[in-house]
């Protein structure tokens, strides 16, 4: 398996002559200063690619090519925008890039509460709690009919299949009572702008009012449920895929971070069902997917290790993290030895499929520790460097004893 590793471009404190140095054989990446609905030019495409060659790697995965707001609610310059995304596409197979991931979760790209949740051993890891999302919602963004979904949501499932028993709204009502400015300010940080701003364009570090922003883009979906919001996802692939075809690009879908409904917003690949639903509504071999296992096993209805096996024919690219699920139901991420996901099955599953199609195929570790000082060297949310590191070499030592049992 190919051994890449997310960098957020020139401006990233991760340098690529760190990651050569750390056996890093593919970037994956975007042209992050492109404003959301141009094009990307051929030249600015060209110009990224030398520069990564240049220390002797090579851009093998762009993520993300953003799918702006417009395309996911249907929004009267869709057209407009999908041409702009084709030629985007043109341009990134003429300048020898052919693996494309991208998302469609309306609005929130990822969601965590908590992106430096303490460990035992003084690492930290990111960490989604119900309850203080369900705050941010009810009494900072204040969503209409907020506490009345809460009320009505169904309940948690626990990792062995059992149903947990939370009184959300208590739990809120609770926070609230001790809730602070600076608390509250936090969670705004972490939820709208330092898991979104380098990764979605919606939102920047220097946005003077986040949340209207945010109230506006989620007024746009108002009326959009799951069928519509598949229906537009199915025009979206229908209209791309004729240029992936023409072009050899593998356009692989990230499944949804986490995988719930949040905010009153439909996420439409969330579990098997939904993988099916995709592969089947337009069925390509260039409609892939983005194996992401840290995004599916932080749901307890998905079996991880069942979904590899049955997707891995459509899979252009992994994720491979791994999260665990608490006994109240919130989850955080796990070490990638640990948690839910068996990430060492799912390196098997995969490297049976590389065998199968005679190539490599790209991986990266995802959203690893924080540790040993990551925290105080302003990398951004997730993507701390000694701690996806350390997963790295877990990866790879888990890969080299498959390779050498055959």
Not at 297 to 303: I, K, L, Q, R, V
Request: charged share 25%.
């Amino acid at each position: 398996m190919e051994r890449t590793w997310r960098w957020f471009g020139t401006t990233d404190k991760i340098t690529l002559q760190m990651l050569r140095q750390i056996g890093v054989e593919g970037i994956v990446t975007a042209l992050h200063d492109v404003p959301l609905g141009e094009v990307w030019t051929r030249a600015s495409i060209r110009e990224l690619r030398e520069y990564i060659e240049s220390y002797g790697m090579r851009w093998s995965v762009v993520e993300s090519l953003p799918v702006t707001e417009t395309m996911k609610y249907g929004g009267p310059d869709r057209d407009e925008q999908i041409a702009v995304y084709c030629q985007s596409l043109r341009n990134l197979a003429a300048e020898g890039i052919h693996t494309v991931c991208y998302n469609f979760m309306p609005v929130l790209d990822w969601a965590r509460t908590d992106l430096l949740h303490p460990n035992p051993d003084g690492s930290s890891n990111l960490y989604f709690s119900y309850a203080e999302f369900a705050y941010f919602d009810i009494n900072i963004l204040k969503r209409k009919g907020a506490r009345e979904a809460w009320l009505s949501m169904a309940p948690l499932t626990a990792s062995d299949g059992s149903t947990i028993h939370r009184d959300i709204l208590a739990e809120v009502d609770e926070l609230a009572a001790t809730m602070t400015p600076e608390g509250e300010h936090e969670l705004v940080e972490n939820i709208v702008i330092k898991t979104q701003g380098f990764v979605s364009g919606n939102f920047r570090e220097d946005d003077e009012a986040p949340l209207e922003k945010f109230r506006l883009l989620l007024d746009r979906y108002r009326g959009i449920d799951k069928a519509q919001l598949r229906a537009n996802m199915k025009y979206f692939l229908e209209a791309v895929m004729p240029v992936c075809d023409e072009c050899d690009i593998d356009l692989c879908v990230h499944p949804d971070d986490p995988p719930i409904e949040i905010l009153g917003l439909p996420r439409i690949v969330r579990t098997a069902e939904d993988i099916r639903w995709l592969l089947d509504a337009v069925d390509n071999p260039h409609n892939g997917l983005t194996f992401c296992a840290g995004s599916f096993s932080a749901g307890a209805y998905n079996d991880v290790t069942a979904m590899a096996r049955e997707f891995a024919s459509r899979t252009h690219f992994v994720h491979l993290r791994s999260c665990q699920i608490l006994p109240n139901g919130d989850f955080t991420e796990a070490d990638h030895l640990g948690g839910r996901a068996n990430l060492v099955e799912l390196c098997r599953t995969f490297m049976h499929e590389e065998s199968r199609r005679g190539r490599s195929l790209p991986f990266r570790v995802d959203h690893g520790r924080t540790m040993l000082g990551d925290e105080a060297r302003g990398y951004n949310a997730g993507y701390s460097f000694l701690g996806r590191m350390f997963a790295m070499a877990q990866m790879q030592g888990v890969i080299a004893a498959l390779m050498n049992d055959g």
